[in-house]
């Protein structure tokens, strides 16, 4: 059997007619809902925690001799938070 046009135009309306119909339901499950892609969130985050972490070391009362020696270290970070979890 030989696929017309036609029989292929009505097979596109059909899927964009449900493409339509799926895009205005609600959505459910873990999938990502606001389209952001973690690759445009991720460096963003984390240079919000980098400068939070600063701000909150150098706020802090006291402590004058620690942070004269101790700097944030990253890597370091990194290892602590693995050890704990």
């Known amino acids: 059997m030989v696929d017309t046009g036609a029989r ?4 596109q309306r059909k899927a964009d ?3 339509k ?3 205005s339901m609600s959505l459910v499950g873990p999938e990502p809902y606001c389209g952001i ?3 445009k969130w991720e ?6 925690e980098a400068k939070s972490k600063a701000s909150y070391w150098n706020d802090t009362p006291g402590k004058r001799q620690a942070k004269l020696f101790i700097k944030y270290s ?3 970070a990194s ?4 050890v704990v979890t």
Request: glycine share 8%.
């Open 37 to 39: 892609t973690k690759r």
């Open 79 to 82: 290892e602590l938070v693995l």
């Open 74 to 76: 990253k890597k370091r």
């Open 21 to 23: 119909a799926g895009a």
């Open 8 to 11: 292929r135009r009505g097979r």
């Open 17 to 19: 007619l449900l493409a």
């Open 43 to 48: 460096p963003k985050i984390s240079a919000w």
